[in-house]
């Protein structure tokens, strides 16, 4: 599996960004449908941290508290893609961020450890 991450720019505090993530699943057989998503973030000099995730089918999903009610998390799985909607961005989440899949887990995780494959990363600076 392969996942490519775009979205990330350049935006003043306030506005608003959409992250994506689409996935090249491999020759095994299982489809995207088969397994939970994250986003995850690092900023500079800190520990990557757990952004949101959403389950299978995009019926459950979670967030952490820094994010929640500003973010969203989504997914089309026709699409094989993840999406991370970023509103009233604050110079806070200034960071590089990555999606991840879990391919042995249906539920929503935040646990980094949870997941085996990762994307390279997208920047996003938000300026005060």
């Known amino acids: 599996v392969q996942l490519q991450t775009s979205g990330g720019g350049l935006v003043q505090a306030g506005g608003s960004l959409r992250l994506s993530c689409s996935a090249a699943?491999?020759?095994?057989?299982?489809?995207?449908?088969?397994?939970?998503l994250g986003w995850f973030r690092q900023a500079p000099g800190k520990e990557r941290e757990f952004v949101a995730t959403i389950n299978w089918s995009g019926s459950m999903t979670s967030y952490a508290d820094s994010v929640k009610g500003r973010f969203a998390i989504s997914r089309d799985n026709a699409k094989k893609t993840v999406y991370l909607q970023m509103n009233s961005l604050k110079p806070e989440d200034t960071a590089v961020y990555y999606c991840?899949?879990?391919?042995?887990?249906?539920?929503?995780?935040?646990?980094?450890?949870?997941?085996?494959?990762w994307g390279k990363g997208t920047l996003v600076t938000v300026s005060s």
């Open positions: 699943m491999d020759a095994s057989g299982r489809t995207f449908d088969n397994y939970a």
């Open positions: 991840a899949l879990d391919s042995y887990g249906v539920e929503p995780t935040s646990d980094a450890r949870d997941y085996d494959y």
